[in-house]
């Protein structure tokens, strides 16, 4: 792209969720090593940057996303020069390195927790959230952790409570404190200084609690079989005006270096999200959009979603999209496939950074995982309520040999069924495929100014088709997109143009 906009803003960003990626050392766990060998790969597809799903030592309660140690590798991934070799070899091949800071929580093994819950004096107490048992001696409010029961932890050695939004063993830092917020930002200057080119912030919206820690007001709109979390409206525990300050910290330490992108996990509905702009837009570049991922899937739906989000969106906010990620159903098997490149053209045709999911772009499904194959450990909590995301974490299918070039052994995941047909080997043979597909979207986006930064402009949209515009300067894409199962036509007043590209490849 010639224009000069910031490389997040005409980039598309690629995650990796590291264990499933590629193993390098035989033990059925992807590693640093084994991406640094797929780099070429996604060079290849035409990405700008990759996401690592946490790296750091962690005992892998939640598989990452409970650190105890947060300027270290785990050795499963491997080495801190491995990490390096992978920044200067991603580097020297255009793409940038963008990590997980997982700021909102630790594991209980982190020092930090160690020496916090040893004792009410010592001089990390505050740097969690500790209170004493409520009047009637249960937990100090009614709070719910995301993976079941309370969020509550009675600890014994001191007769107080700690807070953990998720499992036991992730209890909340308290962002209140200083000394907390001093600790993450020196932790990011680390990893800046080691070259990484930005960070996606771990559950944003959760970093800082009401400090008179209300209850929760009852969801009157919960239907039992539903998440217990969901019984609740976190309005006390979550989204709290005061986090924007946290939040534009951040921002300024990643202002501390050139070039750097700070992107937020943020699940909260449009109008929400939008404030984490940050005021004068000094909070995240990119908040996460995950809206997509919940709307039903036909036209005119999806329709209204990219106009409300784009009019909730504050002046000069750059917007983004998203179809999949490590928490969610896979895109194919929740559309069909089909429909998945329905969803391909619409993510890589909408206004604003698109965000691909390892796999997505094979079509790879969501695997059935037998129950005893279950590793995530908020499925373990609350079996049979569907929350499961080990069949979205499943090996990356390179090719057809017995573990699908992701192992050598056995992986830490079953593989999906079609692995065999369904793989980067045979897709490339295939002009057809949702690999071409994916590879010739990412082309016309990056040779198409309009496509990467035009504006936006809605043509009209019935229950299956979503019609609209992208205009740059002088030049014009149109985009159609059927989302029911019979054909469609559509008319347009310009005589002029000619198709550039539609999810029905000839082979
Ligand atoms: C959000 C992450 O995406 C998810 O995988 C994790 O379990 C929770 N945060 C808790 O860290």
Not at 473 to 484: E, I, M
Request: hydrophobic residues 35%.
């Amino acid at each position: 792209m010639q224009e000069s906009c910031p490389w997040w803003m005409s980039g598309i960003l690629y995650q990796i969720y590291p264990r499933s990626f590629q193993d390098s050392n035989g033990d059925g766990v992807g590693d640093l090593r084994g991406v640094i060998q797929r780099l070429p790969y996604l060079v290849e597809l035409g990405v700008d940057a990759l996401w690592l799903s946490p790296i750091f030592p962690s005992p892998m309660e939640d598989f990452g996303y409970d650190i105890s140690d947060y300027t270290g590798i785990d050795p499963l991934f491997g080495s801190l020069d491995d990490f390096d070799a992978l920044v200067a070899a991603a580097h020297e091949l255009g793409l940038k390195v963008i990590l997980d800071l997982v700021p909102n929580h630790t594991s209980e093994q982190h020092p930090w927790f160690i020496e916090s819950r040893s004792s009410k004096t010592n001089p990390k107490r505050d740097w969690y959230i500790w209170r004493d048992p409520s009047g009637e001696g249960g937990p100090p409010n009614n709070w719910l952790s995301e993976f079941g029961g309370s969020s509550w932890e009675f600890d014994a050695v001191t007769g107080q409570y700690y807070y953990h939004a998720f499992r036991r063993s992730q209890p909340d830092l308290n962002w209140r404190n200083p000394e907390v917020r001093r600790a993450i930002h020196n932790v990011m200057r680390f990893w800046l200084r080691r070259g990484v080119d930005g960070f996606r912030v771990d559950v944003m919206w959760h970093l800082i609690k009401d400090e008179l820690l209300r209850d929760n007001p009852p969801n009157l709109d919960y239907v039992p079989g539903q998440q217990p979390y969901q019984q609740l409206i976190p309005s006390y525990s979550t989204d709290r005006p005061e986090v924007h300050a946290v939040v534009a910290e951040l921002r300024q330490v990643i202002e501390e270096c050139d070039d750097r992108v700070l992107i937020g996990e943020i699940y909260l509905s449009p109008e929400k999200l939008v404030a984490y702009y940050g005021r004068d837009l000094a909070g995240a570049h990119l908040p996460f959009n995950f809206a997509l991922i919940s709307t039903p899937w036909n036209a005119r739906a999806v329709a209204k979603l990219i106009d409300d989000y784009e009019a909730a969106l504050p002046p000069g906010a750059w917007p983004n999209w998203v179809l999949g990620n490590h928490d969610r159903q896979r895109i194919a098997s929740r559309i069909g496939g089909d429909q998945a490149r329905v969803a391909a053209m619409l993510l890589l045709t909408l206004r604003g950074t698109p965000t691909l999911y390892y796999g997505d772009e094979i079509g790879m499904p969501q695997v059935d995982i037998q129950p005893d194959q279950v590793r995530d450990p908020w499925e373990k909590n609350l079996p049979g309520l569907g929350v499961g995301r080990d069949g979205c974490r499943t090996p990356m299918q390179w090719d057809s040999t017995p573990q699908a070039g992701f192992s050598a052994t056995e992986p830490w995941l079953p593989l999906s069924r079609n692995f065999a047909s369904e793989n980067v080997m045979t897709q490339r043979q295939d002009a057809a495929c949702m690999l071409s597909l994916y590879r010739a979207l990412i082309a016309l986006r990056r040779a198409r100014p309009e496509l990467a930064l035009g504006t936006y402009k809605p043509l009209g949209a019935t229950e299956s088709l979503l019609v609209f515009a992208r205009e740059h300067h002088d030049r014009r894409s149109l985009v159609a997109l059927n989302f029911g199962r019979e054909p469609v036509s559509f008319e347009t007043n310009s005589s002029r143009g000619r198709i550039l590209l539609s999810t029905v490849m000839d082979r």
